[in-house]
């Protein structure tokens, strides 16, 4: 398993997914799962699915400028790391955000994302 690879794929996985259909990442997340977005901790799939499919905006565009991953712990975790632009429907400019997942394998041989933390850099 290529690591690298691994990450490239879920990134893209997950924003395509993301900006497509919001309510499609449900599956990337269990029940023990943790999102930090911009400081509010939200536990668990349905609660963070609830939580990105209310964010006031309905359509915006992911354009990832950097990924970066390494191996985590004993059970084969990864942590990803993602920088990049986030673009909203109607607005001019772009936003800047960075967002971390930490990757737990599954029993069936995917990942899922054991941890989220999302946040919007201001310049």
Not at 53 to 58: A, G, I, R, V
Request: proline residues 5%.
């Amino acid at each position: 398993m290529d690591p690298d690879a691994v990450a490239k794929a879920f990134v893209e996985h997950y924003y395509s997914t993301f900006d497509a259909n919001r309510a499609g990442i449900a599956n990337l997340y269990q029940e023990g799962s943790m999102l930090t977005f911009e400081g509010q901790k939200i536990m668990g799939s349905q609660n963070i699915v609830a939580k990105l499919t209310s964010l006031p905006f309905q359509q915006c565009q992911h354009h990832i400028t950097t990924v970066d991953c390494q191996p985590s712990g004993p059970a084969g975790g990864m942590l990803v790391f993602v920088s990049g632009n986030l673009q909203l429907a109607g607005e001019q400019h772009a936003l800047k955000f960075s967002q971390m997942f930490h990757l737990m394998p599954t029993p069936q041989g995917s990942f899922y994302v054991f941890n989220d933390i999302f946040r919007l850099n201001y310049a």
